[in-house]
Nanobody, 124 residues
Framework: QVQLIDSGGGLAQAGGSLRLSCALS????????MGWFRQAPGKEREFVAA????????YYVDSVKGRFTISRNNAGNTVYLQMNSLKPEDTAVYYC?????????????????WGQGTQVTVSS
């Protein structure tokens, strides 16, 4: 099993920045993709960004391209989401998620493990 701790959320003004972190522990050898989803009030949980644990190839939803950057540390046991130029519409609970070989990036049902979520609130 894999344990996740996602953190770094908080309050920011429009145009500000936050950095989310997700620390992995346990049996992580079968983790191929590390990603972030978010869920705003009354909305479905949506894909935000993902990174290949091995190649570090990155993927983003269109609404955050150019503003958010996903990365991982050298050991592959921590994933980050640097969020710049924040907008009020970025307000949501952000969840770190892990996917194995059967991963389909935008399909949350294919992710095997989830963090507890960290709240991001952006004021106008």
């Amino acid at each position: 099993q894999v344990q996740l701790i996602d953190s770094g959320g908080g309050l920011a003004q429009a145009g500000g920045s936050l950095r989310l972190s997700c620390a992995l522990s346990g049996r992580t050898f079968n983790v191929y993709v590390m990603g972030w989803f978010r869920q705003a009030p009354g909305k479905e949980r949506e894909f935000v960004a993902a990174i290949s644990r091995i190649t570090t190839s990155t993927y983003y939803v269109d609404s955050v391209k150019g503003r958010f950057t996903i990365s991982r540390n050298n050991a592959g046991n921590t994933v980050y989401l640097q969020m710049n130029s924040l907008k009020p519409e970025d307000t949501a609970v952000y969840y770190c998620a892990l996917c194995g070989r059967d991963c389909r990036l935008y399909d949350r049902s294919t992710y095997d493990y989830w963090g507890q979520g960290t709240q991001v609130t952006v004021s106008s």
